[in-house]
């Protein structure tokens, strides 16, 4: 396991505990990408580089080199010399000139895994305090390319991380001015990988407002296709991810190539298919509405893109993804604990509530063993609608009479952690800020801003509105006992120009944005490192990896009905832990879709993941109130299993249009979970069977809610009788737990 220089071969040897990423030297310049696969060991593997065939390598083809540059397989290909491909980078000098040409210069490989200044990225060691932006940790092994564009004067640092415990191969650039006049990067991507066309299909999540995630798959096709953002978040619409795999396989068979992006602002994914049959895959944030000046001596890091090759199907895939954001990116306290039961006043209360209503439902869902009240929206400035008051961060004593602290020491005293909603990155045109601020929103001079839910979008380029933003929340968190921290963003950016920079710098204000946000989140869990923090955005309009390395859980979306709950869920578990998942119970008929289903179903959807509730327990019935009580304790009893476990798809309503199956599997193998869902029920049905995953195949495991006794092996290849059930959204939960010592 490591990284390898062979210098015979001038190649270079990446290995994970399961794969293998091999590069090379070709005519002593050019980085080419050999293989990513299954391990083969051999560094003869030069010859996959084709540099014998025509059209030969520029050495030997000199008054051809154009064919070369548009064939052969760059690991970090560059506009403007010959490749006609998609590129990662492209640079314009001062005098307007577009071209880059990169040229292998020399390289290291060291222990641990440097951090990206500013930016969230993986780290070796799971403990946070391991996490620091220059520090090395052990359990992995980094190699660092440097290549020059000697006409530029550009250094280019290509980073290559691997873990002693996981497959994924962490990618990033730097890239460094060296020359004596000013750059400009008209597109930095952060990785491309090659891979020649076998029958392949490529995988994404799309969706929208309340609908995030949805998988889709397509055949690739010749072209270029691919999903993007320019929203200036990741966005419900598209997800940073992309991945290519064998058209025929499926959760435990084929070949899958993925790449997720660490990285929470405008994105671009996308695989090529050229004249040639090979795949040409990218990923980075998004070269429209970018440019970045480099000045002489600066430099400028590509945020990381995390690669992971599985050859058993997409479910080993979605294990390396939840283990190596488990151990390697998640920082927070709470990643390995139990989470607070909490419940949420939106859909309870919307903007209508004062103290006397939350102390109410505070001290109703206490009887019932919930363990945190969350104010959600509405009670800072004039907030009664969603029409201003945004960036006045001052308690509305009109609604919360007694003030702040007194409200939560009253939940406190009623036995519940108080928490609270912000949405910090906004304006109100309708706002004491804005009426004193407006240059703070981001604007084009001249042309009338655009409202997205009645706001604007402040300028978190500029460090004044950063350190404002900031200190708002940080005030009230001073103020009282605050155990929680729900941080929402509600609108994507638009009209993207600040009136505090200088012309030549407004193409750096997409990246200048996140990079503002990921510092006041980073301020935020360094000056309340108890605090539990959950990112939000619209529901899951933000859901990236960027915001995990700062908060453990993001609310998964707007829309809480159970059954729409499914599709969003097993798309964002296809990435995501389970212990990510934001996910509630709420009240029927939907609010977002109407539908009615049971509250026990509504139960087992919320349990895959946060778990907690999103209604008016003063006003639901008695015999509602009492199954909360039930699915507490079923929460406490099954949640470290949840949230340690490995993670199963089982069957998909998306595809059988009939009923949902996952499971949750210890990852000791001592217990398993099996969540079943009817979605619609069919006539004449027999019982269905369905095939356990993950079990010791020699253990006995009994089922728990039958007492009946099996083999894992029983339970696996013989499978588990699922009845048919009566009824529609009727779903059920198996728990078996091994009982070899009985
Ligand atoms: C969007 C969030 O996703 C909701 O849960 C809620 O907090 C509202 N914003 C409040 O405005």
Excluded at 675 to 696: C, D, E, F, Y
């Amino acid at each position: 396991m490591g990284i390898i220089f062979h210098e015979e071969e001038q190649v270079f040897q990446i290995e994970t505990p399961n794969t293998e990423y091999w590069i090379g030297i070709v005519d002593g310049a050019y980085l080419g990408h050999i293989y990513y696969g299954k391990k083969i060991g051999d560094a003869h593997c030069v010859y996959l580089l084709r540099t014998e065939e025509r059209p030969f390598v520029p050495s030997k083809n000199r008054r051809d080199k154009c064919s070369f540059a548009d064939s052969f397989p760059f690991e970090y290909p560059t506009w403007g010399t010959g490749d006609f491909r998609e590129s990662c980078l492209s640079i314009r000098n001062a005098k307007g000139y577009r071209g880059c040409e990169l040229f292998y210069e020399s390289h290291e490989i060291f222990d641990g895994k440097p951090g990206l200044k500013g930016l969230p990225a993986t780290f070796c060691k799971s403990d946070r305090a391991g996490a620091g932006e220059s520090g090395l940790n052990a359990g992995g092994q980094t190699l660092e390319i440097t290549c020059r564009d000697p006409f530029l004067n550009v250094k280019v640092v290509l980073r290559y991380s691997v873990f002693d415990d996981n497959d994924a191969v962490v990618r990033s650039a730097e890239i460094v001015n060296e020359g004596a006049k000013e750059l400009y990067l008209e597109k930095v991507l952060s990785a491309c990988l090659t891979l020649e066309d076998e029958d392949y299909d490529y995988l994404t999540l799309n969706g929208s407002w309340a609908r995030e995630r949805h998988i889709e798959k397509s055949p690739v096709s010749y072209g270029k296709q691919g999903v993007d953002s320019g929203r200036g978040i990741s966005s419900h619409q598209e997800h940073p991810f992309i991945a290519v795999m064998d058209r025929k396989g499926d959760q435990d068979r084929g070949a899958v190539y993925a790449m997720h992006f660490v990285y929470s602002g405008n994105f671009l994914a996308q695989v090529e298919k050229n004249q040639f049959d090979s795949l040409r895959m990218v990923m980075g944030i998004h070269p429209e509405g970018f440019t970045w000046v480099l000045a002489p001596g600066a430099s400028f890091t590509a945020p990381e893109v995390v690669c992971m090759y599985s050859s058993e199907g997409l479910g080993k895939m979605s294990h390396n993804f939840h283990d190596l954001y488990r151990s390697h990116l998640i920082r927070s306290p709470y990643l390995h604990q139990e989470r607070p039961v909490l419940i949420n006043n939106w859909e309870a209360t919307y903007f209508d509530f004062d103290t006397e209503k939350l102390i109410s439902i505070a001290r109703e869902a206490k009887k019932h063993g919930i363990e945190m009240l969350v104010m959600d929206d509405g009670w800072f400035g004039q907030r009664d609608n969603d029409q201003c008051s945004l960036g006045d961060w001052v308690v509305n004593s009109r609604k919360l009479k007694g003030g702040l602290n007194y409200l939560v020491e009253q939940v406190k005293a009623e036995g519940l952690k108080f928490g609270i909603w912000f949405e910090p990155e906004m304006v109100s045109p309708n706002s004491e800020l804005y009426r004193l601020h407006s240059d703070w929103a981001l604007q084009i001079p001249g042309r009338p801003a655009t409202q997205g839910r009645a706001q604007y979008v402040l300028d978190l380029s500029q460090p004044e509105v950063v350190d404002y933003a900031y200190q708002s929340v940080a005030k009230i968190l001073r103020s009282a006992d605050i155990s929680y921290v729900k941080w929402d963003m509600n609108r994507p950016l638009t009209d993207v120009g600040s009136l505090h920079l200088e012309g030549k710098y407004q193409g750096e204000l997409f990246h200048r944005y996140v990079l503002g946000l990921y510092e006041m989140q980073e301020r935020l869990i360094t000056e309340f490192p108890d605090l539990l923090l959950e990112n939000c955005a619209s529901g899951g309009g933000r859901f990236d990896p960027g915001m995990l390395y700062y908060s453990p859980q993001i609310w998964c979306s707007d829309d809480t009905d159970a059954i729409e709950r499914l599709t969003i869920q097993e798309g964002t578990a296809l990435l995501y832990p389970l212990s990510t998942m934001g996910a509630h119970v709420s009240d029927c008929p939907n609010h977002i879709v109407g539908r009615t289903t049971p509250f026990a179903t509504r139960g087992h959807v919320a349990l895959a993941g946060t778990f907690g509730y999103e209604l008016d327990i003063t006003r639901i019935s008695a015999a509602q109130q009492a199954e909360i009580s039930g699915q507490v304790a079923l929460y406490h009893k099954i949640q470290p299993l949840v949230r340690e476990g490995d993670y199963y798809r089982l069957a998909s309503w998306r595809e059988n249009h009939h009923y949902d199956a996952w499971e949750v599997v210890a990852k000791d193998k001592s217990e398993a979970l099996v969540t079943v869902v009817q979605v619609v029920a069919q006539a004449a049905m027999r019982s269905r069977r369905i095939h356990v995953k993950g079990l010791a195949e020699d253990s006995q495991y009994r089922l728990e809610e039958t007492g009946q006794v099996g083999t894992g092996k029983l339970w696996m290849e013989g499978g588990l009788l699922i009845p048919r059930y009566e009824g529609d959204f009727i779903s059920r939960i198996y728990h078996f737990v091994r009982v070899d010592e009985e």
